[in-house]
């Protein structure tokens, strides 16, 4: 539906007797001085007492833009129509700050801080006069951050997207957030462009407000709130500046004040079916390898089981359907026009891939949200029966480096199959030298070094790099390979980490390897030189090395010092899981709901 045009709902009028929590805060007969002290510093900004005391909702808006995080500053220019749509329907806006993600920012990594603005927005859901909220999304771990808070302390909800930034353009060619840096960084490699030439390629992909205009980790994870229910239908795709992307503003507003009437919570919706959708929706996106962990971080805080071979069992079978970098050939404007999530998940509705019972924040289940709805651009967005190519989902692999690692299958090109994986009567299989980087910087010092013997059949390991070691998690398995092999024309080799890559990225790394080194995983033990085989039709890889000495190697092993910045990265390491179980702080999962059994104002 066009946006300002969402379907009428079944809700329930009962405005008349609804008794919200912030009265709590704001008229509460039994304690007159701490609602004496709630009311006089709230009215003394825009608030007056008969709106505070009126019984009306206070709606949250939790604002992830500044200028920080430019990813996510267009939500500065949409405030005003979130709260134009907040009042219009009787509710009472109060807008506050998230603690910065800016991906393209953050050092050590971003992926650090997802869980800090988790923490720090269910403690101001918890403990503010907050009766519903509207969660702004955008930039890579914004969107998780702001679903895994609501999902815990388990509000009315809405995620609001910011939208992808226009189309970038170079030279006539479409140029995509991300994707032309691993292209740049190759052709500076190879000497055919210089240092002004790579700066202005890829400025020329942001040319205006929004987020990654790819299908990169932004707009898989706002087509994943969508796919959840978690938005109004279409909200996602929408480009930052588009009129569409400010009447989605208001109309977010508008609905939020109707699902705190209606009490329709982040638990009425985040169900195992919603789950189950969004991962069928990555699949056909092209999604990034970044949606597994923060699916699962969102998965957990709700109280869903989700495990991380879903991803294979449910999501692997999946054909591509969207034609967007890095993937495909477009970019966020062409996937706007072709009708967005809604055409996606409307081609696999049709197909009978999705549960449509599940209930969405519209307060409509999926079906009715998408009835009649298909792609009105069938190049750019796919029939289920015509995709760009079969089974586009992920790889969960296991053997002795790691428990699960995860393979992005969608994006392995033609001639890195015929490379690595089509020996034949060996399809699928591949067997390989290891060469071992201790880190990013260790990678950057040695991937010259002819030392090292890379050759176009070695397979890159990085290791250190996962949510404890790094800290964080961070985005640089897709190692390029050394100067020598890109000017032979070797784009790729295969590369495998703790760490994860950039949805950005067309590398069919494996990533995400849990346990990570640092806390004793298998590729804590292996050495460059050892053999590597990969077995993509048994989902397996392993170390060729003998048992005794694996075992051997295991009994040496001593866990490295791991040495923190700030006082986070020390509390975050302390805490932290691993990638498969979301990287959430293992604590924070066995907080469910408000604690109403604990009172104390
Ligand atoms: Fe912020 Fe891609 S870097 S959305
Ligand atoms: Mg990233």
Same mark, same amino acid.
């Given at each position: 539906?066009?946006?300002?045009?969402?379907?009428?709902?079944?809700?329930?009028?009962?405005? #008349?007797?609804?008794?919200?929590?912030?009265?709590?805060?704001?008229?509460?007969? %039994?304690?007159?001085?701490?609602?004496?002290?709630?009311?006089?510093?709230?009215?003394?900004?825009?608030?007056?007492?008969?709106?505070?005391?009126?019984?009306?909702?206070?709606?949250?808006?939790?604002?992830?833009?500044?200028?920080?995080?430019?990813?996510?500053?267009?939500?500065?220019?949409?405030?005003?129509?979130?709260?134009?749509?907040?009042?219009? #329907?009787?509710?009472?806006?109060?807008?506050?700050?998230?603690?910065?993600?800016?991906?393209?920012?953050?050092?050590?990594?971003?992926?650090?801080?997802?869980?800090?603005?988790?923490?720090?927005?269910?403690?101001?859901?918890?403990?503010?006069?907050?009766?519903?909220?509207?969660?702004?999304?955008?930039?890579?771990?914004?969107?998780?951050?702001?679903?895994?808070?609501?999902?815990?302390?388990?509000?009315?909800?809405?995620?609001?997207?910011?939208?992808?930034?226009?189309?970038?353009?170079?030279?006539?060619?479409?140029?995509?957030?991300?994707?032309?840096?691993?292209?740049?960084?190759?052709?500076?490699?190879?000497?055919?462009?210089?240092?002004?030439?790579?700066?202005?390629?890829?400025?020329?992909?942001?040319?205006?407000?929004?987020?990654?205009?790819?299908?990169?980790?932004?707009?898989?994870?706002?087509?994943?709130?969508?796919?959840?229910?978690?938005?109004?239908?279409?909200?996602?795709?929408?480009?930052?500046?588009?009129?569409?992307?400010?009447?989605?503003?208001?109309?977010?507003?508008?609905?939020?004040?109707?699902?705190?009437?209606?009490?329709?919570?982040?638990?009425?919706?985040?169900?195992?079916?919603?789950?189950?959708?969004?991962?069928?929706?990555?699949?056909?996106?092209?999604?990034?390898?970044?949606?597994?962990?923060?699916?699962?971080?969102?998965?957990?805080?709700?109280?869903?089981?989700?495990?991380?071979?879903?991803?294979?069992?449910?999501?692997?079978?999946?054909?591509?359907?969207?034609?967007?970098?890095?993937?495909?050939?477009?970019?966020?404007?062409?996937?706007?026009?072709?009708?967005?999530?809604?055409?996606?998940?409307?081609?696999?509705?049709?197909?009978?891939?999705?549960?449509?019972?599940?209930?969405?924040?519209?307060? %409509?289940?999926?079906?009715?949200?998408?009835?009649?709805?298909?792609?009105?651009?069938?190049? !750019?967005?796919?029939?289920?029966?015509?995709?760009?190519?079969?089974?586009?989902?992920?790889? !969960?692999?296991?053997?002795?480096?790691?428990?699960?690692?995860?393979?992005?299958?969608?994006?392995? +090109?033609?001639?890195?199959?015929?490379?690595?994986?089509?020996?034949?009567?060996?399809?699928?299989?591949?067997?390989?030298?290891?060469?071992?980087?201790?880190?990013?910087?260790?990678?950057?010092?040695?991937?010259?070094? #002819?030392?090292?013997?890379?050759?176009?059949?070695?397979?890159?390991?990085?290791?250190?790099?996962?949510?404890?070691?790094?800290?964080?998690?961070?985005?640089?398995?897709?190692?390029?390979?050394?100067?020598?092999?890109?000017?032979?024309?070797?784009?790729?080799?295969?590369?495998?980490?703790?760490?994860?890559?950039?949805?950005?990225?067309? +590398?069919?790394?494996?990533?995400? $390897? +849990?346990?990570?080194?640092?806390?004793?995983?298998?590729?804590?033990?292996?050495?460059?030189?050892?053999?590597?085989?990969?077995?993509?039709?048994?989902?397996?890889?392993? $170390?060729?090395?003998?048992?005794?000495?694996?075992?051997?190697?295991?009994?040496?092993?001593?866990?490295?010092?791991?040495?923190?910045?700030?006082?986070?990265?020390?509390?975050?390491?302390?805490?932290?899981?691993?990638?498969?179980?979301?990287?959430?702080?293992?604590?924070?999962?066995?907080?469910?709901?408000?604690?109403?059994?604990?009172?104390?104002?």
């Amino acid at each position: 539906p066009e946006a300002g045009q969402q379907p009428e709902t079944a809700m329930s009028d009962t405005r #008349a007797n609804k008794q919200f929590r912030s009265q709590e805060w704001f008229d509460n007969p %039994n304690n007159p001085g701490m609602t004496a002290l709630y009311l006089e510093r709230y009215q003394n900004q825009e608030y007056t007492r008969e709106e505070l005391q009126g019984g009306k909702p206070v709606i949250g808006i939790a604002n992830t833009g500044s200028d920080l995080a430019p990813c996510n500053k267009i939500h500065v220019f949409l405030m005003d129509r979130i709260k134009a749509g907040i009042r219009a #329907a009787g509710g009472i806006p109060m807008e506050f700050p998230v603690h910065p993600i800016q991906e393209t920012g953050k050092r050590p990594t971003a992926a650090l801080d997802r869980n800090l603005a988790y923490l720090s927005l269910v403690e101001v859901l918890h403990g503010y006069p907050i009766d519903g909220v509207v969660l702004t999304t955008g930039c890579d771990k914004t969107t998780p951050a702001m679903l895994m808070g609501a999902a815990t302390v388990d509000l009315p909800a809405i995620a609001l997207n910011g939208g992808p930034m226009l189309d970038g353009w170079w030279k006539g060619e479409r140029a995509g957030s991300g994707t032309i840096v691993w292209e740049s960084r190759r052709l500076l490699a190879e000497g055919k462009i210089d240092y002004e030439e790579f700066m202005s390629r890829v400025c020329s992909s942001a040319p205006s407000l929004g987020h990654c205009n790819t299908m990169g980790t932004a707009s898989t994870m706002n087509a994943m709130a969508e796919a959840l229910g978690m938005t109004l239908t279409g909200s996602s795709a929408i480009p930052a500046p588009f009129r569409e992307r400010m009447a989605m503003a208001y109309e977010t507003g508008k609905h939020i004040v109707r699902m705190t009437y209606d009490d329709l919570k982040p638990s009425d919706i985040l169900s195992r079916a919603a789950f189950e959708n969004a991962i069928i929706v990555n699949g056909a996106i092209g999604g990034s390898t970044n949606a597994p962990p923060h699916l699962q971080a969102i998965a957990r805080h709700a109280g869903v089981a989700l495990d991380v071979t879903d991803w294979e069992t449910i999501g692997f079978d999946v054909p591509l359907l969207v034609n967007m970098q890095p993937a495909g050939e477009y970019l966020g404007e062409s996937f706007f026009r072709a009708g967005g999530v809604p055409a996606v998940m409307g081609e696999l509705l049709k197909a009978g891939k999705l549960h449509e019972a599940a209930m969405t924040a519209t307060g %409509n289940t999926m079906g009715v949200n998408l009835a009649g709805v298909e792609s009105v651009d069938t190049d !750019v967005i796919r029939p289920y029966d015509r995709p760009l190519r079969e089974q586009a989902g992920f790889k !969960v692999l296991s053997g002795n480096l790691f428990d699960s690692a995860l393979m992005k299958t969608s994006v392995i +090109s033609e001639d890195f199959r015929q490379r690595f994986l089509s020996e034949p009567g060996q399809e699928g299989i591949y067997e390989a030298r290891a060469v071992v980087f201790e880190g990013p910087e260790d990678y950057h010092d040695r991937i010259n070094d #002819a030392g090292l013997e890379i050759d176009e059949r070695s397979i890159l390991f990085v290791r250190n790099v996962g949510c404890v070691g790094y800290p964080g998690s961070a985005e640089v398995v897709n190692m390029q390979p050394p100067d020598a092999l890109l000017k032979q024309g070797i784009n790729h080799l295969p590369t495998v980490g703790d760490g994860r890559q950039s949805g950005t990225s067309e +590398s069919p790394s494996i990533l995400n $390897a +849990s346990p990570e080194a640092v806390v004793g995983g298998g590729l804590a033990l292996l050495q460059t030189g050892d053999r590597v085989r990969l077995d993509l039709n048994a989902s397996r890889m392993d $170390a060729l090395v003998d048992e005794a000495e694996w075992q051997a190697r295991r009994d040496a092993w001593e866990a490295p010092e791991i040495r923190s910045q700030t006082p986070w990265q020390e509390i975050y390491r302390r805490h932290v899981g691993q990638l498969a179980e979301g990287g959430c702080l293992e604590l924070a999962t066995a907080y469910q709901r408000i604690r109403k059994d604990l009172p104390r104002d």
